[in-house]
């Protein structure tokens, strides 16, 4: 059964840094297109980052050049570091796991930017 965990959720100021990472078993992870989503309240679940399984990385424009999507297989954790947040990134951000169709989701980990 897949499970995954996500951590390092938080409140942090507008320009901070925080890394949410999501560790995953039940699932062999190196053959898992693994991606961060993120949920606005009022909004759609959105795409932020996808790594796929030979390390291709996609970002959704609005956190280009900000955040970075990482993999380590020998651990089974795909990591997102944030930097420059801002207001707008506050959301529930979300661990997904895809593959042949069939995607698992984590329980999702808060991220407030706030003065």
């Known amino acids: 059964q897949v499970q995954l965990v996500e951590s390092g959720g938080g409140l942090v100021q507008p320009g901070g840094s925080l890394r949410l990472s999501c560790a995953a078993s039940?699932?062999?992870?190196?053959?898992?297109?693994m991606g961060w989503y993120r949920q606005a309240p009022g909004k759609q679940r959105e795409l932020v980052a996808v790594?796929?399984?030979?390390?291709?990385?996609n970002y959704a424009d609005s956190v280009k050049g900000r955040f970075t999507i990482s993999r380590d297989n020998a651990a089974n954790t795909v990591s997102l570091q944030m930097n420059s947040l801002k207001p707008e990134d506050t959301a529930v951000y979300y661990c997904?796991?895809?593959?042949?169709?069939?995607?698992?989701w984590g329980q999702g980990t808060q991220v407030t930017v706030s003065t």
């Open positions: 997904n796991a895809h593959r042949d169709g069939l995607g698992s």
């Open positions: 039940g699932i062999r992870f190196s053959v898992y297109v």
């Open positions: 790594i796929g399984v030979m390390g291709g990385t």
